[in-house]
């Protein structure tokens, strides 16, 4: 079993991503970027958002820039297929609060995860950093969905 334990400052949007204490790779969301980059090792992705509205983001390999795998976000905000080299993986939370979630394929748990506001860890039953990688992504893409919902909520009732 791969375990990757993860930390960030309060405000930043940086993760350091850990294996056995020894930072293995990083993983960067901008809040209104459509663009995000990940590394655990020597696998380095790219995560491009197809369009503003778009519930689509592409996998990219960051040094050849190939197509690997697809997102494709639910309305609802709580499940995420991945697609990656013609599988098929469903990515979803576990609990009520949004701070665990796991990645399945065919109903059998590949990838479960456990995150707080600043730090978590990634466990995984298989070899795959790719997977690991797209299920962090998705997880950080449904919390800065749920942060800008929450600031625009806040906006219209509160007038700030």
Same mark, same amino acid.
């Given at each position: 079993?791969?375990?990757?334990?993860?930390?960030?400052?309060?405000?930043?949007?940086?993760?350091?991503?850990?294996?056995?204490?020894?930072?293995?790779?990083? #993983?960067?969301?901008?809040?209104? %970027?459509?663009?995000?980059?990940?590394?655990?090792?020597?696998?380095?992705?790219? #995560?491009?958002?197809?369009?503003?509205?778009?519930?689509?983001?592409? $996998?990219?390999?960051?040094?050849?820039?190939?197509?690997? %795998?697809?997102?494709? #976000?639910?309305?609802? %905000?709580?499940?995420?297929? /991945?697609? $990656?080299?013609?599988?098929?993986?469903?990515?979803?939370?576990?609990?009520? @609060?949004?701070?665990? @979630?796991?990645?399945?394929?065919?109903?059998?748990?590949?990838?479960?995860?456990?995150?707080?506001?600043?730090? %978590?860890?990634?466990?995984?039953?298989?070899?795959?950093?790719?997977?690991?990688?797209?299920?962090?992504?998705?997880?950080?893409?449904?919390?800065?969905?749920? /942060?800008? #919902?929450?600031?625009?909520?806040? $906006?219209?009732?509160?007038? $700030?």
């Amino acid at each position: 079993m791969k375990k990757i334990n993860w930390k960030k400052g309060l405000f930043s949007s940086k993760y350091r991503l850990f294996d056995n204490n020894i930072e293995v790779g990083e #993983f960067r969301q901008p809040a209104l %970027g459509s663009t995000s980059l990940g590394k655990i090792n020597e696998v380095k992705l790219r #995560f491009k958002k197809k369009g503003l509205f778009s519930s689509e983001t592409e $996998i990219n390999d960051f040094n050849s820039n190939q197509s690997i %795998g697809t997102i494709k #976000f639910n309305s609802l %905000g709580n499940k995420a297929e /991945i697609k $990656i080299d013609n599988k098929k993986y469903l990515w979803e939370y576990d609990d009520f @609060w949004n701070s665990k @979630w796991s990645i399945s394929e065919n109903g059998q748990q590949l990838i479960n995860s456990k995150s707080s506001t600043t730090s %978590g860890y990634i466990e995984s039953t298989i070899e795959n950093e790719l997977l690991m990688l797209s299920g962090f992504y998705v997880y950080n893409y449904y919390v800065m969905m749920m /942060i800008i #919902f929450t600031t625009i909520t806040a $906006i219209i009732v509160f007038g $700030i």
